[in-house]
């Protein structure tokens, strides 16, 4: 069967089969995980990947523990790179049609749409998800699971991915893995509340999953 890419909506990537219908066979390990693309993404652009390896089975375990959904909510995550944090969601019982996936880099949303069967995959920036998600998404999402390296960057530049999902999941908050040893945020200076909810040493390197939410 033949396996295309199309466009539902400007800047949105689907899989389907060539029947037009989504197709719901789970690729190799070898697919989603891909780690040539993921150093070749790593190599012409680190401060978007954070790390130069995927996450480790054992990280992506603690990610899976810390999301909540009900069957009337989507998980929204951004940043996946070659998708093995959606990879253990979709495992763990998330439906497919349930996981949204916001990628900023073309080759790697390609990569997401053709691996991730079912799921939504959105080409786009996080700063901007008002105007990435469909209506019909935002103020209906469960939990927000930010891979972006948020540390590297500005204050003012975290702000806006914050601010960014507060609009489309208010009072939500998000988990941020890091391989900080602290907060990788000034939670302070952005008005949240910082809880680490996990840790493992057996990823490389050592990381931790962070849940912020808007103070109150």
């Known amino acids: 069967m033949q396996h295309v890419v199309s466009q539902t909506r400007e800047g949105e990537r689907t899989s389907t089969d060539s029947a037009g219908t989504p197709d719901q066979k789970a690729p190799d390990h070898k697919t989603i995980s891909n780690p040539l693309l993921f150093l070749k993404r790593w190599v012409a652009n680190p401060l978007q990947m954070g ?51 916001c990628e900023i880099v073309p080759e790697m949303a390609k990569h997401l749409a053709q691996s991730l069967r079912g799921a939504r995959v959105i080409e786009g920036d996080a700063r901007d998800l008002p105007r990435v998600l469909p209506a019909n998404i935002q103020g209906n999402i469960g ?10 960057l500005p204050v003012a530049e975290q702000a806006r991915f914050i601010d960014s999902i507060e609009a489309v999941a208010p009072g939500r908050g998000f988990l941020h893995f890091t391989y900080c040893v ?35």
Not at 53 to 74: D, G, K, M, N
Not at 192 to 214: C, G, Q
Request: hydrophobic letters at 45%; glycine letters at 6%; a positive charge.
């Open 143 to 152: 939990t927000v699971i930010c891979g972006i390296p948020l540390v590297l």
């Open 182 to 216: 602290t907060s990788p945020l000034p939670w302070k200076k952005h008005g949240l509340v910082a809880k680490r909810e996990e840790w493992t040493p057996l990823n490389f390197p050592p990381a931790s999953v962070w849940r912020y939410t808007p103070a109150r």
């Open 51 to 101: 790390s130069i390896v995927p996450s480790s089975a054992s990280l992506c375990e603690r990610i899976v523990r810390q999301t909540h959904w009900s069957a009337s909510e989507y998980v929204l995550e951004l940043g996946a790179g070659t998708g093995v944090v959606s990879r253990a969601l979709l495992a763990a019982g998330l439906p497919a049609d349930r996981l949204i996936v």
